[in-house]
């Protein structure tokens, strides 16, 4: 390969490609979109979270004015299943309904007020049957199995060393108990997706959606078309975090079904409230652990036993117990390692892909026994993670020895270094007597891509065609929905063929004309495009050489130009897929990843001693990401990441009563304002990855990962008790200040 | 639909005896609702252009607030520097955007429990004046989302007497956020000292019973005493007592309860004379 040895676009500040046209308006997003012709979809959902469907008729709202089409399970012409790993899920309810919001009948009309007319006419009788709400009550499942299968979607254990010697070993072990809640992603547009009847028998779907192929896959299988006549097409996503990975499969397949049968394009738009109600969150987490380590505070043993709700059906549960598992003891080199996590069912909205998949749980679950152990110990957070933290040649829980890219310790450095000068300015303006400063330090691992569970759709392909002119278009199966993964990926191409970014333009993500690249989640655009384009810039490299020797040293444009006469084949595909893994995943040992990402983030916090309320008053995100393609890009992921943890750790209380939940918006569901995000400081720390492009590695979800273990300690330290829930309520700071002896002493 | 925008308070009576008409001002309570889990009423009065609802004017001790001026412009107005508590009010409502569209007769009118305007007026003892009559402030709501207005009847302004020179005043929001929030908790109080003696003393309370109240026990206790932590912690805590706090999405009635009396202990701290 012909690449200059000093990157001239990789490194370098990018404002992203897509900056300008958001910040005018000018992005036509799904809802802009309308066709010729165009129904509306609306769906029937279950008022009841678990009952038997005695009955559906679906005749009065068919003859209702305005209404084409009102189809049950029984009118979906292929399979009436979803699901992307476990094949659990209806795509209309049948024969029971497992959670309040499932659809159980859809509708196509002229108007969107003819759907709904039309999904309030259709008749249905429900048998309730007793319901399973939470993780206290999933044992008690066996009455009234919500699946036949029984009460657990998904397991997965890790085992190093024996715990028992390792405890025997400790001369202090602690242990807690942990909560963390759930989350809604609160992407900024709702889903949607239009299914528009092809010419030859197809169907052509616009989506707000992360992953192509899935909708292609699924759309085939509720429709019985073959996938090569379903043609998807992403339009403009704003946001996703998660909640389009899957999700948007669903729905299409559902308009897909009402396009069919009624030969017109469908739509098919959730409000905000309909969205908040019906589509997946974050798991949210029982954890309980025990660490045990010798009086210098090393660590000898952990165990650690993760419970999940998974919600009515299993979705995306298997990544997210996967990776929850196999980071479960952190990033610490320790012998002896026992880790157990379970998805349980419930009569809920099914949980599943949200940025992180589990990691943030499991985070909080590791550093919350790391801190107990330092102040058990009497020792500095610091110091207890600087012993511990892998080195280049550790061994991870799993047992995958590290040559390298292990940044972890500099991650750690260099964020204590930076939180150990506070936030003092921030803090002259506080009240004298009533607040409380802590802070705290939170460190993670995350492996890159899919790991072995999901090894066999772990690569990704991409197109080059080089023009005449020496610029160059580039297609990739992965799929920008905010991250700015588009800029990086136009960066990699320019550096790969030594061009300028602004010569490589990226077509749309449309099936027909990307490579089916798998799914665009676990942080794996940059390192499976990256590399996918570096193949075929290779293959262009190769081609072009012999022209080169003859010309000497011409200007790229020059160059392409003489090969487009001598009809070269400009035209290049690459790919690449992560290197096999030696895993065991039955027992959770060997490879679990190609590579690791490492993080460490601190924060200052500020405690309120009357009210309990907490204000972070800075974070510092020490981020190991092997390259950073465009470090304008690295920071905006940070920010957004720690603002999304924060809000995770803090304000966003989710609140459900029964099967029903309570926050459906902006007004009852907290996010953080501009006002609770704090300064934010990015500190990049380089360990590249001699199998990442540039020495890339993930970042996307890595930035989330670490801020609520952060900002809990903080808490942790500023009362002097240690926090044992997420989200933080104002409630639980009061016990805690009390048990730290800082309540105010007012009342 | 029948959208009106009268220029007179007597057209917008009229176009408001349509049975089934409601008036519209900033529109940010009504506009959520309708169309959403209320349906569209069959007259939308728009009050926005009557000019008596407009302006502030200060005159014998008296500042008068148009009921439909908008929160943003009251703010701005020099004549908020003798009201702190309204200020602070003000200040820690919703966010920029809203409080350019917000009334301040639709925060009266809408009688919400958790209204921040409502404990500020309450403490100045503030009077609403209608087409046909003057309504203190503390009697408009009578439930929650009720007021004692009839059909037809408009906030026209809001008077709120200036306080005394002395007087000094508080207003506190506890929310699950700092901005674009709906109270936890919100009080506010005002208390003059003369002699080493409280000889006025007003609490109110919101978000802790159907409609903002008084605390007339806390006061009592404040009044002919010195203000010292002992008076004020049994101040503070009656007014805990007055409250009848729900749970509700945002927090604990328990919670909502403490959180009256540390918050006023903590407010009337600071005005303990220094001896
Ligand atoms: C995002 C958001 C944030 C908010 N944050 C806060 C907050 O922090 N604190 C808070 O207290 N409220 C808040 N609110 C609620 C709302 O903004 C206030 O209650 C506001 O003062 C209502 O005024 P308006 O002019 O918009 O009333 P409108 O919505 O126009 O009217 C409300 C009601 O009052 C009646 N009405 C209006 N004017 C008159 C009049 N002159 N005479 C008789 N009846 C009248 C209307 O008929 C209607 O029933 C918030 C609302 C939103 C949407």
Known sequence: MNRKSKPQTVGRRHIREDAEAKLKGRLRFLPDLRLDDMLHAAQLSSPLPHARILSLDLEAARALPGVVAVLGPEDIPGENRIGVIIDDQPLLAQGKVRYVGEPMAMVAAESAEAARAAVAAIGFELEELPAIFDLDQVEAQANEPIHEEGPIAVHQKLRKGSVERGFADADVVVEAELVTGLQEHYYLEPQGCIATPGESGGLVIHGSLQCPFYVQRDVSRATGLPQSRVRVIQTPTGGAFGGKEDIPSEFCARAAVLALATGRPVRLLLSRDEDFLSTSKRHPFRIRGRLGATKDGRFTAMEVYQDAEAGAYATLSPPVIYRACIQGAGPYDIPNVKVETRAWYTNQVPNGAFRGFGSPQACFGHERLVDLMAAELGMDPVEIRRINLLREGGETCTGHKLDESVGALETLERAAEASAKGAAEEEAHFEDGRWLFGTGHAAMIYGNCLGKAGWHMDGAGAYLQLHADGSVSCATGLTEFGQGARTVVQQMAAEALGIEPDQVSLMPVDTALVPDSGPTVASRNVVMSGNAILNAAAKLHERLAPLREELGDVSFRKLAGAAYKRNVNLAAEGWWHVPELDFDLKKGRGEAYFAYSFATQSARVAVDRITGNVRVLKVWAAHDVGCAVNPAGVEAQVEGGVAQGLGWALTERFAREGGNILARNLSTYHLPTAIEVPEIETIIVEEPHSQGPFGAKSLGEPVIIPTAAAIAAAVSEAVGAQVSEIPIRPEHVLELLERGGHDSNAL | ?275
């Open chain 2, 1 to 275: 639909m029948n959208y009106s925008r009268p220029k007179t308070l007597g057209e917008a009576a009229r176009a408001l005896a349509v049975s089934g008409a409601i008036g519209l001002a900033g529109g940010t309570d009504l506009l959520v609702h309708l169309g959403r889990d209320e349906a569209w009423p069959p007259g939308l009065v728009d009050l926005k252009e009557i000019p008596e609802l407009h302006g502030i004017r200060s005159q014998d001790g008296i500042i008068r607030i148009g009921a439909a001026t908008p929160l943003s412009q009251i703010l701005e107005s020099p004549a908020i520097e003798d009201f702190p508590a309204l200020g602070q009010a003000l200040r820690s409502f919703a966010g920029r955007a809203i409080r350019n569209r917000a009334t301040l007769g639709g925060n009266l009118a809408n009688a919400s429990p958790a209204a921040d305007t409502l404990p500020p007026l309450m403490i100045h003892e503030a009077v609403c004046l209608t087409q046909h009559r003057r309504i203190a402030v503390a009697d408009l709501a009578v439930a929650p989302g009720e007021t004692m207005l009839r059909p037809g009847e408009i906030i026209v302004s809001v008077e709120i007497p200036l306080p005394p020179k002395d007087a000094q005043s508080f207003f506190v929001k506890l929310a699950p956020r700092e901005a674009m929030a709906i109270a936890v908790v919100n009080l506010a109080g005002l208390i003059v000292q003369s002699d080493g003696e409280v000889v006025l003393a007003r609490i109110a309370l919101g978000s802790v019973a159907p409609t903002v109240i008084r605390a007339k026990e806390a006061e009592e206790i404040l009044e002919g005493h010195t203000l010292t932590k002992d008076a004020i912690s049994q101040a503070s805590l009656a007014a805990a007592e007055a409250a009848s706090p729900i749970d509700d999405i945002r927090a604990t009635a328990d919670y909502r309860r403490r959180m009256i009396a540390r918050l006023l202990n903590w407010e009337l701290g600071r005005y303990i004379p220094n001896t």
